[in-house]
């Protein structure tokens, strides 16, 4: 499956961005779909996944209550609501796509990344 993520950008602190991710060359409805993130010197990590039915989520510590994940399967695409953006959350994000039984591991296919800036 190829993935496209767009919908970045610089937003103030307390801002909203939507991501989107755009899927293409296999069934999506068989794939969960994560967001990871990765900024300058740290590790990559997730931050919010979906189940292929779109019945389960799961969202990190750090942004549970801000960001929401959602997925149009009609659409081929996946999602990501970002509100009360804070510096910290200043990243590259990348969508990924797994087809384990865990919407937390086994993501095999990424889109290219793109940048979130949060400005102070």
Same mark, same amino acid.
């Given at each position: 499956?190829?993935?496209?993520?767009?919908? =970045?950008?610089?937003? #103030?602190?307390? %801002?909203?961005? &939507?991501?989107?991710? +755009? !899927?293409?060359?296999?069934?999506?409805? @068989?794939?969960?779909? =994560?967001?990871?993130? #990765?900024?300058? %010197?740290?590790? &990559?990590?997730?931050? +919010? !996944?979906?189940?292929?039915?779109?019945? @389960?989520?799961?969202?990190?510590?750090?942004?549970?209550?801000?960001?929401?994940?959602?997925?149009?399967? +009609?659409?081929?695409?996946?999602?990501?609501?970002?509100?009360?953006?804070?510096?910290?959350?200043?990243?590259?994000?990348?969508?990924?796509?797994?087809?384990?039984?865990?919407?937390?591991?086994?993501?095999?296919?990424?889109?290219?990344?793109?940048?979130?800036?949060?400005?102070?």
């Amino acid at each position: 499956v190829q993935l496209q993520a767009s919908g =970045g950008g610089l937003v #103030q602190t307390g %801002g909203s961005l &939507r991501l989107s991710c +755009a !899927a293409s060359g296999r069934t999506f409805g @068989n794939f969960n779909m =994560g967001w990871f993130r #990765q900024a300058p %010197g740290k590790e &990559r990590d997730l931050v +919010a !996944a979906i189940a292929w039915s779109g019945r @389960n989520t799961y969202y990190s510590d750090s942004v549970k209550g801000r960001f929401t994940i959602s997925r149009d399967n +009609a659409k081929n695409t996946v999602y990501l609501q970002m509100n009360s953006l804070k510096p910290e959350d200043t990243a590259v994000y990348y969508c990924a796509a797994s087809s384990s039984v865990y919407i937390n591991r086994g993501y095999d296919y990424w889109g290219q990344g793109t940048q979130v800036t949060v400005s102070s």
